[in-house]
């Protein structure tokens, strides 16, 4: 009796043209896949970074004023550029000589934060004789506004302050200042650039806002970061509606 043989049989595939048999089949697999991972983790992050920095961060001032703190103040109103109300404080000069005008300082408090950031900056210029402006940024603390945007819109907000101040009598041809911290220096630095009618500032600890002041990278880590850094600023600008500085 005789076997049959399919037409269809083929024989067996030698192990040499097998490509899960050879090693460079399998480095460029995990090539593949860790690129492929860290493409996704890049725009993941962005992604989330951008949904939580756009937040809004409004919320009750509490549970303090300058009044506990021994000063007399005022609520503040200021209106920014595009109409938006910002709301503070606003401490007068407590001790200005009589013949010279007295000096005012414009607080500008981080990211996602309101005025009593500030309050230890506030406490120590006011004790020292300056008017002392403290407010909430836009979409901050009790201040109206939708989103944040890293203090792209609030640059322009500082002209709301700088307007105030020059309406108080008391501040009648006087200096002004600006403080910030954080993203608030980074606010501070770019108005004072902006307005001449700042005369002086002070940026404590400033943040990069922008793709380039991003210092540069020293490390593998940092350096897989920047491709994710530069898409979390296409986004930002995209969802908040304002344009990094140039």
């Known amino acids: 009796m005789h076997m049959r043989t399919s037409l269809h049989s083929k024989p067996n595939q030698p192990a040499s043209t097998r490509p899960w048999k050879k090693p460079a089949y399998w480095l460029k697999l995990i090539a593949f896949a860790l690129i492929s991972l860290y493409i ?3 725009v993941a992050m962005a992604v ?5 920095s756009i937040r809004p961060a409004k919320r009750p001032v509490c549970c303090e004023t300058p009044a506990d703190w021994g000063f007399t103040y005022e609520d503040a109103s200021l209106t920014a550029p595009d109409g938006i109300r910002l709301v503070g404080w606003y401490i007068p000069p407590q001790s200005a000589a ?6 005012a300082v414009i607080l500008l408090h981080g990211y996602a934060s309101h005025r009593l950031a500030t309050k230890s900056y506030a406490e120590m210029l ?3 004789g300056y008017a002392v402006l ?7 603390g009790e201040s109206e506004g939708e989103t944040l945007s890293w203090g792209w819109r609030d640059v322009a907000d500082v002209q709301g302050a700088i307007a105030y101040l020059q309406g ?3 501040l009648a041809n006087g200096k002004i200042g600006v403080l910030g911290c954080s993203t608030g220096a980074e606010i501070a630095i770019a108005a004072a650039a902006q307005q001449s009618a700042i005369q002086a500032v002070v940026a404590d600890a400033p943040y990069y806002t922008t793709a380039q002041d991003l210092p540069p990278a020293d490390n593998l880590l940092e350096w897989l ?3 994710m850094y530069h898409l979390l600023i296409q986004l930002m600008e995209w969802k908040s509606g304002a ?4």
Do not use: N
């Open 40 to 42: 996704s983790l890049t």
């Open 126 to 128: 006011a004790r020292h």
């Open 225 to 227: 970061s920047i491709p």
């Open 98 to 103: 009589k013949d010279q005008p007295a000096a």
């Open 168 to 170: 108080r009598p008391e």
């Open 134 to 140: 403290m407010y909430d940024q836009r979409a901050s």
């Open 48 to 52: 989330m970074g951008t949904v939580q």
């Open 243 to 246: 344009s990094a500085p140039q």
